[in-house]
């Protein structure tokens, strides 16, 4: 039989799966076989041998079609003579394939089916390094921009964290909050065109106010303030988000205002004491000046050679519109 009488190979030739040790066992499949059935012990364990022998082989599933080969691939060695008495039953089911090579076809379906997971696996870890590269792109990016406007995050923050803050700066700040009607205060609307008052069509003069009231030419009094309804809706309060972040205005308010804390450390204080407790807060930068103040005033006192007036973990001075 020529090499064009033999069939194509059972496994494309780029089919490589060095470096799997796991080959699956159709376990019912194998002991149902001809093979378990009709083979002798040592032709069994050589057939096994082979099969895992193909399996890293390139292409897998196949073996040369070389008797030495073979003999050190089913267990026997150099020991040709022995392995010709088993060469029949281990190679049962074998096929010569065009390419000299020779296949079994339950080990090459096998193969098949493990080459597609390796090459869809492979997409997937080259997938993930692109978008993790891409991600350390984006954080050196991110953490540059954070820098050039005073936030100085640590290295470990994650990249949800990283992003909320950058998008923050880029929101636009506009003195508009509302989009009622735009009014100018301290001017009257006009009604009439202005005049010299000498009733020839150039003005209308005020009317004369009624005897005994006198305030013609006053400015009238503004209304009393209604007293805030009970219930009036107040700004939600909310625990503490971590990372809290130092903006631009509040280092440079830390730098005039309590100059000899240490802000990293009276920071990583404030953000553990909160988070400890979970309380909400309206107002947390404001929340921060306080506590940032109260250590400004700790050192001043032990710098007059004065003991802090109160315990330094006491914060119960801490408040926002009232008690906690």
Partial sequence: MT?????????PADVDLRGLP?????????????????????????????WCASWNQVPAGSLPDAEQALAAYAGFGRDLKSWKKVRD?????????????????VVAEKAIDAWAQRVEHRAAKESENKRKEKERKDRARIFAALREAGQVLPFNTTTKALREAFAALE????????HGPVTVTGHAPDT???????????GIEPPLAPLGDQSQGQQPEAP????ATK???????????????MTAEMLAWAKEKVPAVNLDRETERFCDYWTGTGKAMADWPSTWRNWMRRAQDDIERRGQGGAPKSDPNDTSWIHEGGPL
């Fill in 89 to 105: 039953g281990a190679l049962r089911g074998f096929v010569k394939c065009a390419d000299g090579r020779l296949y079994h076809p």
């Fill in 22 to 50: 796991f080959m699956p066992l159709d376990v019912n499949r194998l002991r149902d076989s001809d093979l378990a059935i009709e083979a002798s012990g040592d032709e069994f364990r050589a057939a096994v041998l082979l």
């Fill in 3 to 11: 090499a064009t009488d033999l069939p194509a190979p059972l496994v």
């Fill in 224 to 227: 009393a303030k209604k007293p």
């Fill in 192 to 202: 009439a065109k202005t005049g010299t008052g000498n009733r020839e069509g150039q």
């Fill in 171 to 178: 929101l636009p700040e506009s003195p508009v909050t509302s």
């Fill in 231 to 245: 219930g009036a809706r107040a700004k939600p309060r909310k625990p503490l988000q971590m990372p809290f972040l």
